[in-house]
């Protein structure tokens, strides 16, 4: 009601979407968009879903890259985004919609609003079970616009073991106050050897567990540090597409059964 009397936008269920996660991460760099994808692209084929993905890291959008997809997306006749689509699963970005030179780096912030809002009022999804949100690392303002306006249905925050100190620290911040959240993915925990399969657990191996215990978070996961899923990711063919019976692929799986 406050908001309403402020002439803000209020907080309302994107149209035709069932289900709305959030995947967030204290910082960049950390998997959070390769889960992101993964994610989206298990619960489409796993769970025969369809599936958006809404990249809101409108500083770093990397859902183009690893969707492989560009171009201009075309308007409805009401003037609605329509997604870019492959894999089966509908994407927008702010990447298709700005070259790369004109980057929203340099924005005003009023600038980084008015894309924010298109983003998220005017895509035309049409109708699907789960939309994913890719959103921006940290907490800042588009983070808390996102869950002031869209009703979400959880989060999912993916963290590396240094990192979770991170989480710790930020999740008094608003945006994690107003979001159900479904646990932790913990990502890059321990390399495998691609030639002799040895396990190292970089940043030892059991740190994680006890923190997200401490912050009372469930655990979804713990992706391995693998040389294909980086590879994959950046030739933009996500390995659950590209190698769905690979060990990698099933740390994703199992995530999406989760959620
Ligand atoms: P964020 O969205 O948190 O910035 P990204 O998903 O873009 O992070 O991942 C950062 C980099 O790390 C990318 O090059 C990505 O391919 C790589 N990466 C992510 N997860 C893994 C993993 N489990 N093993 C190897 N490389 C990974």
Known sequence: LERMKKGLPTKQRIEGIKQVIAVASGKGGVGKSTVAVNLALAVASLRRKRVGVLDADIFGPSIPRLMNLKGEPNMTDKGQLIPLTNYGVKCMSIGFLVPEEDSPVVWRGLMVMKALQQLIHQVFWDELDLLVIDM?????????????????????????????ALIDAKKGANMFKKVKILGIVQNMSIFICPSCQHQTHIFGNDGVSKVAKEMDLKMLGDIPLHTEICELSDRGQPIVISKPDSIQAQYYKNIAQKI
């Open 136 to 164: 921006p690392p940290g907490t800042g303002d588009v983070q808390l616009t996102i869950t002031q306006q869209v009703v979400l249905d959880g989060a999912v925050i993916v963290s590396t073991p240094q990192d979770i």
